[in-house]
C-alpha cells in the first residue's frame, strides 16, 4: 500500500480557546481536527481540568507543510503571549491524501 | 451550621490536605447545570404569577448596581493594588458580577431559617451577571475597534449560565407552578443534596486556589474581604430603595457581595486574554467565595435585619 507524507500539528492550550482555535484551523485551508480533552502541567502550573478554568485540550491537525507551518506562525503570532499553548510538528504518513 | 457548609468545609480540607478525591468533570457540569435550572425554573414560576412591568425598577436598578460595584472596584484595584490595569480590570468584572453558588447557599440559609424572600430573585440574578463584564472589557481597553464585540457578545450571552438562566426561567414561566410540579423532585426536592455535592467540588477547588493566593498575597486578601463588605452595604441600601423584604435584602446583599466564577472567568479569558486569570480566581474563589458562604451571608443578614429595624 503507498503511503504519503503530511504533517502533524499538535496543539496543547486552555480549553477556553476552543471555539477560537477551531475557527483559526478552519480558515488555515486545513480540511479537518481533531479535539481531545487533555490535562497536565507546564509554564502555567498543574492544569487538572477539575473545572472548566483549569481544563485544556489537545488539537490534532493533519495537513500539508505549508499550511503547518503558516497555522503554527499565525498561532504563536497571536496566541503565545497571552496563553497557555504549546505546538510542535511531526512528519507522519497518510494512506489517502487527498483528505488532508 | 447548615450541614451543606460542612461539605464545603470538608472539600476545602481534602483539598488542603491532598486527598485523592475529586468530582469528575462531568458530574461538577451536571451538578452545575440541574442547578443553574433549578434556580432558574423557581424565578420563573414566581414570573407567572406577576406582570413584568411592576418589577421593571428593580430590573433597571440591579442592572445599574452591577456597573456601580465593578467600577468602584477598578480604583481600588489600580492605586491600592498597582496592578496592572488589564489585571484591575479583569478583577473588577468578577466582583461587579454575580456568583450563583453563592446565590444558592444565601437560599439554603434562608431557608433553613424560615425567612422568605421575593421569588423572582433569580431574574435580578441574571441581570446581575452582564453589565460588570462589558465595564470591565471597556475598562481594560477602551472602546477600541479592535474588541470584537460579535464574539463578546457571543460569550457573554451565550455562556452556559446565561443560558441555563434564561432557558430555566423561560421554562418556569411558560409551564407556571401546576405544569413544574412533576419536575419537582429532580430541582426542588433535591436541590440541597445537588448544592451539597456542588460545594464538596468547590472546596476542592478553593484549596487549589489558596496555592496561587499565597504567591501574590496581602493585598488580594484584603481586597477579597473588604470588598464584598462594602458591596453587600450598596446591596441592601438598593434594596431598601427598592422596597424589599428582609429576605430579599439578605440576597441582594449577598449577589452585591459575590464574585463570579463562571460566566465572568470564560468572558475576560477570551475578551482580556492579558489579564492573568490565577489573579481573579485567586480573589473570586479563594478568598471571597469561602469568606461569603462561611462568615459573609450571617453578616449581611445581621446587617439586613438592623437596616430595616
Given at each position: 500500500?503507498?503511503?504519503?507524507?503530511?504533517?502533524?500539528?499538535?496543539?496543547?492550550?486552555?480549553?477556553?480557546?476552543?471555539?477560537?482555535?477551531?475557527?483559526?484551523?478552519?480558515?488555515?485551508?486545513?480540511?479537518?481536527?481533531?479535539?481531545?480533552?487533555?490535562?497536565?502541567?507546564?509554564?502555567?502550573?498543574?492544569?487538572?481540568?477539575?473545572?472548566?478554568?483549569?481544563?485544556?485540550?489537545?488539537?490534532?491537525?493533519?495537513?500539508?507543510?505549508?499550511?503547518?507551518?503558516?497555522?503554527?506562525?499565525?498561532?504563536?503570532?497571536?496566541?503565545?503571549?497571552?496563553?497557555?499553548?504549546?505546538?510542535?510538528?511531526?512528519?507522519?504518513?497518510?494512506?489517502?491524501?487527498?483528505?488532508? | 451550621?447548615?450541614?451543606?457548609?460542612?461539605?464545603?468545609?470538608?472539600?476545602i480540607?481534602?483539598?488542603?490536605?491532598?486527598?485523592?478525591?475529586?468530582?469528575?468533570?462531568?458530574?461538577?457540569?451536571?451538578?452545575?447545570?440541574?442547578?443553574?435550572?433549578?434556580?432558574?425554573?423557581?424565578?420563573?414560576?414566581?414570573?407567572?404569577?406577576?406582570?413584568?412591568?411592576?418589577?421593571?425598577?428593580?430590573?433597571?436598578?440591579?442592572?445599574?448596581?452591577?456597573?456601580?460595584?465593578?467600577?468602584?472596584?477598578?480604583?481600588?484595584?489600580?492605586?491600592?493594588?498597582?496592578?496592572?490595569?488589564?489585571?484591575?480590570?479583569?478583577?473588577?468584572?468578577?466582583?461587579?458580577?454575580?456568583?450563583?453558588?453563592?446565590?444558592?447557599?444565601?437560599?439554603?440559609?434562608?431557608?433553613?431559617?424560615?425567612?422568605?424572600?421575593?421569588?423572582?430573585?433569580?431574574?435580578?440574578?441574571?441581570?446581575?451577571?452582564?453589565?460588570?463584564?462589558?465595564?470591565?472589557?471597556?475598562?481594560?481597553?477602551?472602546?477600541?475597534?479592535?474588541?470584537?464585540?460579535?464574539?463578546?457578545?457571543?460569550?457573554?450571552?451565550?455562556?452556559?449560565?446565561?443560558?441555563?438562566?434564561?432557558?430555566?426561567?423561560?421554562?418556569?414561566?411558560?409551564?407556571?407552578?401546576?405544569?413544574?410540579?412533576?419536575?419537582?423532585?429532580?430541582?426542588?426536592?433535591?436541590?440541597?443534596?445537588?448544592?451539597?455535592?456542588?460545594?464538596?467540588?468547590m472546596g476542592?477547588i478553593t484549596a487549589?486556589q489558596?496555592?496561587?493566593?499565597?504567591?501574590?498575597?496581602?493585598?488580594?486578601?484584603?481586597?477579597?474581604?473588604?470588598?464584598?463588605?462594602?458591596?453587600?452595604?450598596?446591596?441592601?441600601?438598593?434594596?431598601?430603595?427598592?422596597?424589599?423584604?428582609?429576605?430579599?435584602?439578605?440576597?441582594?446583599?449577598?449577589?452585591?457581595?459575590?464574585?463570579?466564577?463562571?460566566?465572568?472567568?470564560?468572558?475576560?479569558?477570551?475578551?482580556?486574554?492579558?489579564?492573568?486569570?490565577?489573579?481573579?480566581?485567586?480573589?473570586?474563589l479563594?478568598?471571597?467565595?469561602p469568606?461569603?458562604?462561611?462568615?459573609?451571608?450571617?453578616?449581611?443578614?445581621?446587617?439586613?435585619?438592623?437596616?430595616?429595624?
Amino acid at each position: 500500500m503507498n503511503s504519503y507524507p503530511k504533517k502533524l500539528l499538535t496543539i496543547v492550550t486552555e480549553a477556553a480557546l476552543e471555539s477560537t482555535l477551531i475557527r483559526e484551523i478552519d480558515r488555515s485551508g486545513a480540511h479537518g481536527y481533531t479535539v481531545t480533552d487533555a490535562r497536565g502541567k507546564g509554564d502555567h502550573g498543574v492544569r487538572d481540568a477539575g473545572w472548566p478554568a483549569s481544563a485544556n485540550i489537545r488539537v490534532e491537525v493533519v495537513c500539508d507543510a505549508e499550511t503547518a507551518r503558516s497555522l503554527a506562525a499565525l498561532l504563536h503570532d497571536r496566541y503565545y503571549q497571552d496563553y497557555a499553548m504549546i505546538l510542535f510538528i511531526a512528519d507522519v504518513e497518510v494512506l489517502r491524501p487527498e483528505k488532508f | 451550621m447548615d450541614p451543606v457548609i460542612l461539605f464545603f468545609v470538608l472539600g476545602i480540607t481534602a483539598g488542603l490536605l491532598r486527598s485523592e478525591l475529586r468530582l469528575p468533570a462531568a458530574v461538577y457540569e451536571f451538578v452545575t447545570i440541574v442547578l443553574l435550572l433549578a434556580i432558574g425554573l423557581k424565578g420563573g414560576i414566581e414570573l407567572a404569577k406577576q406582570p413584568l412591568g411592576q418589577l421593571l425598577p428593580q430590573m433597571v436598578a440591579v442592572v445599574a448596581l452591577g456597573f456601580v460595584l465593578a467600577l468602584l472596584a477598578f480604583p481600588i484595584l489600580r492605586k491600592l493594588g498597582r496592578l496592572q490595569r488589564a489585571d484591575a480590570a479583569s478583577i473588577a468584572a468578577h466582583y461587579g458580577s454575580v456568583s450563583v453558588g453563592t446565590y444558592a447557599v444565601a437560599v439554603a440559609y434562608l431557608g433553613s431559617r424560615q425567612v422568605s424572600f421575593e421569588e423572582h430573585m433569580p431574574l435580578l440574578l441574571v441581570l446581575m451577571e452582564v453589565p460588570a463584564i462589558i465595564v470591565g472589557i471597556i475598562l481594560a481597553r477602551g472602546v477600541s475597534r479592535s474588541t470584537r464585540w460579535g464574539s463578546v457578545v457571543h460569550e457573554v450571552f451565550l455562556g452556559k449560565g446565561i443560558v441555563l438562566l434564561l432557558g430555566g426561567l423561560f421554562i418556569g414561566w411558560a409551564a407556571g407552578p401546576v405544569g413544574v410540579e412533576p419536575l419537582e423532585p429532580l430541582f426542588m426536592d433535591l436541590f440541597k443534596g445537588i448544592l451539597a455535592l456542588f460545594l464538596l467540588e468547590m472546596g476542592l477547588i478553593t484549596a487549589a486556589q489558596l496555592t496561587g493566593l499565597r504567591r501574590y498575597g496581602v493585598f488580594l486578601v484584603g481586597f477579597g474581604i473588604a470588598m464584598p463588605l462594602f458591596s453587600s452595604v450598596l446591596g441592601i441600601a438598593t434594596a431598601w430603595m427598592l422596597g424589599l423584604s428582609l429576605g430579599g435584602t439578605v440576597i441582594l446583599a449577598t449577589l452585591a457581595a459575590s464574585a463570579s466564577y463562571i460566566a465572568v472567568p470564560a468572558a475576560m479569558r477570551i475578551s482580556v486574554p492579558e489579564a492573568n486569570p490565577t489573579l481573579s480566581l485567586a480573589a473570586a474563589l479563594g478568598v471571597t467565595f469561602p469568606f461569603n458562604v462561611l462568615i459573609g451571608i450571617p453578616i449581611y443578614h445581621a446587617m439586613a435585619a438592623w437596616a430595616l429595624g
